[in-house]
Each structure stands twice: as C-alpha cells, then as structure tokens.
C-alpha cells in the first residue's frame, strides 16, 4: 500500500461510504424503517453509476456491520432479505457498467441462500475491471485486523517465534480486501462524525468528509461536493505543508 501516490488531493482511488441516515430519513415520513433501506438501495444504485464515471477505482460501502445484529430482529431479517434481492438484481448492472462486485465481512453468519447469492455475483462480475466495488457485510474494522492476524499465524506459522517479521505490508496482505488499496476518501452520510468501526486499518490517512445528506437522498450532486471538497485537501502523511509543496514543485 503506497500512500506517496496520492499526496495532493486530485481524484481519490479509494472512495469508502457508511451510508447512514436510512431510519431517519423513513421515520420522518412516518415509513417502517426498513422503507429508508430500500430506498437506500436506490442511492446505492445511483452512487455506484456517479463514481465510476467520476474515475474512482475503488468503492467501498459499509451495508451492515458486525454490529448490526443488535437491531431489532424485524429489521435486521428485513435487511437480510433486502441484501439478497438486491445483490441478485444489481450484479447483472454492475456487469453492464464494468464493475467488479466483491463483498468483505464474516459470511458464515448469513444464510446459505445469501452466502451462494454473494458467490454468484462475485463470479458474474469477475472480469470486470472499471471500478471495484466492495460491499462490506458483517464486516467491523476490528474484525477485520484480529481476523488478519489470525492469517497471519495460519499461513506463516514462524511468526509466531519471530514477532520481529511482522510488518505493516504483511498485515496489509492479510486483511479481509488486500485487493484494495488504503482509503483515500471516507464519507459518511446523515450528519454523524463517527467512523463507526468501518474500515480502520486502511483509512489510517484517509480524509473524512461529514455529509449532513441522509443516505436516501444522497446522489450525484452529494458525491460531486465530497469529490471536489477532496481535491482541495492537502495530504501530509505526517509531514509539514512545506515538504509537500517541494515535493508537488520536484514532479
Ligand atoms: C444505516 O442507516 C444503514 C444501514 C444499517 C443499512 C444500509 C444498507 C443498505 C442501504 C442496503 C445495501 C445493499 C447493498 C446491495 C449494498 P440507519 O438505519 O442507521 O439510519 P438512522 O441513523 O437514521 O437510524
């Protein structure tokens, strides 16, 4: 994973979103819940379309976190349904589009039925190679670095009486999407500040962008403001404004 790449804002490679804002957005219409949530499948839809031809490379969407189980058993089997139905229907645009389709988390949790769904989509869209778009499912940050080490242990089991080869990269190849590399841009939508437990390791450096836009509403204009709000950041990656200019001035 390099991060000198990307010094200089421009277009972020990696853009990561925790689509929040569904309950809300249904709550205020005096709509079920889990109304927000089909509708948010729609934004899905239309965010995915946007930031493929906006050049992004790598989409990441937070669609249901470890964490999520503790809702209400209604809406947490309402959005298994939905997960299902719409990863069935949506492969076969993402194929049209170009767009790789793999999903990252701990699947053994979900019904046979969804698991094979998932491994269908996934070998539909394989060759597909505009933009990867990874739909994180039970998946949690911190899953995912305890996750890596237990690889790390099964596949290079030396490790363990030599602590001193483990290195940045190694964990990085470890993790639950080594396809991806770090998060350049994370959005969160709904007017929240928190990471949540979403992607941690790999957006060490990643530049935040609050949306107050509830997931429902969100579209191509919201992305556009998060896209060029990011093309003005400066990135440092621990070094001073002026290293960064020099380095933008010897290019
Ligand atoms: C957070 O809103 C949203 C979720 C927990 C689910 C998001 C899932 C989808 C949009 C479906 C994704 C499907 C695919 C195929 C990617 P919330 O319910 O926490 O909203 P609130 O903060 O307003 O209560």
Redesign the pocket.
């Known amino acids: 994973m390099s991060e000198t790449k990307q010094i200089g804002g421009g277009a972020p490679c990696h853009v990561a979103i925790i689509?929040?804002?569904?309950?809300?957005?249904a709550?205020r219409r005096f709509m079920p819940?889990v109304e927000?949530?089909r509708r948010?499948?729609q934004?899905?839809r239309r965010v995915i379309e946007a930031a493929a031809k906006r050049g992004v490379r790598y989409l990441s969407?937070?669609?249901?976190?470890s964490e999520?189980w503790r809702r209400p058993p209604e809406e947490v089997s309402a959005?298994m349904k939905?997960?299902a139905t719409?990863?069935h229907k949506?492969a076969q645009a993402m194929l049209e589009h170009g767009v790789r389709l793999r999903v990252a988390g701990d699947l053994t949790a979900f019904s046979e039925e969804i698991q094979q769904s998932i491994r269908k989509s996934e070998a539909l869209t394989e060759h597909c190679d505009r933009m990867v778009l990874t739909?994180c499912a039970n998946y949690g940050g911190r899953w995912d670095v305890v996750e890596a080490f237990k690889n790390i242990l099964k596949r290079h089991p030396e490790v363990a009486a030599h602590p001193e080869r483990i290195t940045e990269s190694l964990i990085d190849e470890n993790l639950a999407f080594d396809w991806a590399p770090p998060v350049d841009l994370m959005i969160r939508t709904?007017g929240e500040q928190r990471i949540s437990n979403f992607i941690l390791w790999q957006a060490a450096y990643a530049e935040l962008f609050a949306s107050p836009t509830?997931?429902p509403d969100f579209d191509e204009t919201d992305l556009e403001e998060a896209l060029n709000w990011y093309s003005r950041r400066e990135r440092r990656f621990g070094m001073t404004g002026e290293q960064i200019q020099a380095l933008g001035e010897d290019k």
């Open positions: 689509m929040d804002g569904n309950g809300r957005w709550q819940r927000g949530h948010g499948v934004s899905v969407l937070f669609a249901f976190s999520n959005l939905l997960f719409a990863l949506e739909v709904g509830l997931w």
